[in-house]
């Protein structure tokens, strides 16, 4: 390391909450991680850094910190954690603005609505669930090609475009009151669905071949865990990470699930 790269050095704190399988106790665990002002390190290279050199700041050796993480540009939505008290995404944490400063200290805990499976790492399966739920797809019965698709108008896509940047990550329901922490996996179906969900409702409705399956969906929306079970908190649109329009998805598809539902008392379908 040369002088000049270490003028720019500075130690981070890392204090982790930390477990080791389901349903273990949780502790905490600190670590000072050496980072270089301006080279772009974010938290997941910090974690790198810690798995590499598990030693505790007090000088123990443990086991390295597990977490998840794909695309590392905020696009598979895997590294969501809870960092100093707020849910998001870790690989768009940066440390020169969160933690410019020798001895700055950052917090990261697993997210909490969703089980532990060890240390930062949590399985979002009940998300990936309400996603079939709610048949988050466009259907087709074949292979071959069917020529050109629906022609959108740019009013169309521009609305459509913004819902299609959902990651699945789960900032939404983690930070959601009415959204909570379910171990059991027979209870998901009758409990709150989620912002993120219902947004994609409301994707798929809007596409003209998506829209086949718009009756089943709203038949889910207006089941228990739907949309009646929205308390209109608006922490899913606060800490959504692509500023999708959650809480407008959601009048939308509320809206929409009226309409249905008093068309099938007076038709029947």
């Known amino acids: 390391m040369t002088t000049a790269t270490q003028s720019k050095a500075r130690t981070i704190r890392f204090k982790i909450k930390r477990s080791d399988g389901p349903g273990k106790p949780s502790y905490w665990q600190t670590f000072n991680v050496p980072v270089n002002k301006g080279e772009g390190a974010n938290v997941i290279s910090c974690l790198q850094y810690i798995a590499a050199n598990p030693i505790t700041a007090d000088g123990t050796a443990t086991t390295p910190v597990a977490w998840k993480a794909g695309c590392l540009e905020e696009v598979c939505g895997a590294c969501t954690m809870v960092i100093n008290g707020k849910v998001r995404q870790s690989c768009s944490c940066m ?83 009415q959204f909570h922490k379910i171990e059991d996996d027979a209870k998901w179906q009758n409990a709150f669905i989620g912002a993120a969900p219902i947004s994609q409702v409301r994707y798929f409705n809007l596409h003209e071949t998506g829209a086949t399956l718009k009756t089943e969906r709203l038949n889910e929306m207006a089941a228990k865990g739907g949309i009646s079970d929205c308390g209109n908190a608006q922490n899913c649109v606060k800490h959504c990470p692509k500023s999708i329009p959650l809480t407008e998805s959601i009048a939308a598809v509320g809206r929409d699930t009226t309409i249905h539902a008093v068309k099938q008392f007076f038709t029947g379908k």
């Open 95 to 177: 440390m020169d603005t969160v933690a410019p400063n020798e001895g700055d200290t950052i917090t990261l805990e697993p997210m909490r609505k969703f089980p532990v499976v060890r240390d930062l790492f949590v399985d979002r399966a009940r998300l990936f669930e309400s996603l079939k739920r709610v048949k988050a797809w466009v259907p087709t019965d074949n292979l071959w090609d069917l020529g050109a698709g629906p022609i959108e108008t740019p009013e169309q896509h521009e609305v459509r475009y913004k819902l299609s940047e959902c990651m699945s990550c789960g900032c939404c329901m983690d930070a959601c009151p």
